[in-house]
């Protein structure tokens, strides 16, 4: 076959991302070899940056460029309410929302045994051990709705019963914007479940 | 707005890349941050050598590691016959058909009034040079069927004409494996004005 070897190793390297497959691969490929040079430099610049720079907050394993994260230090948020997330793109959603004031525990995977993921793989006792000094009163489980996701904060849910704290969950029900008509049955039956008064 | 520098410096370079919305860039930023060192190493040395190294074949304009691309020195290939492609992405496409055994000649863009392209700004030039020695007798016209594609392939067999050469163009039709129901109405009338005898 006709290759072209270091386009073709490019083209390789691209189609090993997420998502993207042999077709995109190659459009990105020639996206980058038309860039100006110090575009190319940028760009490679940004991954080992980010790649050499980027850790988990030792507090609440977000990632971070620091020690501790911003949002671990910073003292306007709440520090008595903890949101346990599965993934540190999930803390960025919860930013955008502007309605969440407090910490955040961010999990880095869930329980599944199916993919030999157990408790001890994810951040569980590093949760735990922020819950030892009685500030926090409220734990918010807001892992993927999913079988996964739903495991993993109800393991959560019984290991943090003993602290004497809140342990809430996220309301499942429509999305917003979204057509009733389309909404599947088990969403919907959530929804049901969980109406609330209107006045 | 809540940021992490390196990570949004990141998500940013992915999202400059055609066809790769905020959404898409995050995933591939979280994917990377991910990859071991070698990896990530690789990704970016990947990037900066295909920029490094390639460049456009003396001859046809097609992007190689070398100074003439595999093509052009084939001894091999049939030197009386180029097809004449608008971007390097076309010829694998057509040496992924296992028909053609040419040579080829890379225009790198299409005449574009409207984009500010005008005939210098690709290289028709270099083609007329290529059948000046009387080796060529047949130039295949393989722009894209666009408009500019089609001005393109006029202009350039109006040039050819007094070389004496044989100039042809790639069948319009209805593509194998489409449902007739779905063809354009264009497309089909092509296919129709285009039709061939069958025994």
Chains 1, 2 share one sequence.
Request: glycine share 6%; with cysteine.
């Amino acid at each position: 076959m006709y290759t072209i070897n270091s386009l073709s190793l490019l083209v390789e390297q691209f189609q090993r991302l997420p998502g993207i497959g042999n077709k995109t691969a190659q459009r990105l490929a020639y996206y980058v070899l038309n860039l100006p040079e110090n575009e190319v430099k940028k760009f490679t610049n940004a991954i080992l940056d980010a790649h050499k720079n980027l850790r988990q907050c030792k507090i609440c394993s977000n990632l971070t460029d620091a020690e501790i994260c911003s949002i671990c230090t910073d003292p306007k948020r709440d520090k008595s309410i903890i949101c346990v997330l599965t993934a540190p793109k999930d803390v960025i959603a919860f930013e955008k929302t502007n309605q969440y004031n407090g910490l955040y525990h961010v999990l880095n995977g869930e329980i599944s045994p199916m993919n030999g993921v157990s408790p001890e793989d994810i951040k569980i006792k590093e949760l735990l051990d922020r819950l030892k000094d009685g500030t926090v009163k409220e734990v918010i489980m807001a892992t993927n709705p999913t079988i996964e996701g739903e495991a993993t904060s109800m393991y959560i849910s019984r290991l943090i019963k003993p602290y004497n704290i809140t342990v809430t969950r996220l309301a499942y029900g429509i999305p917003i914007g979204a057509d009733l008509e389309y909404a599947d049955e088990i969403t919907l039956g959530r929804a049901l479940n969980g109406r609330q008064n209107m006045i």
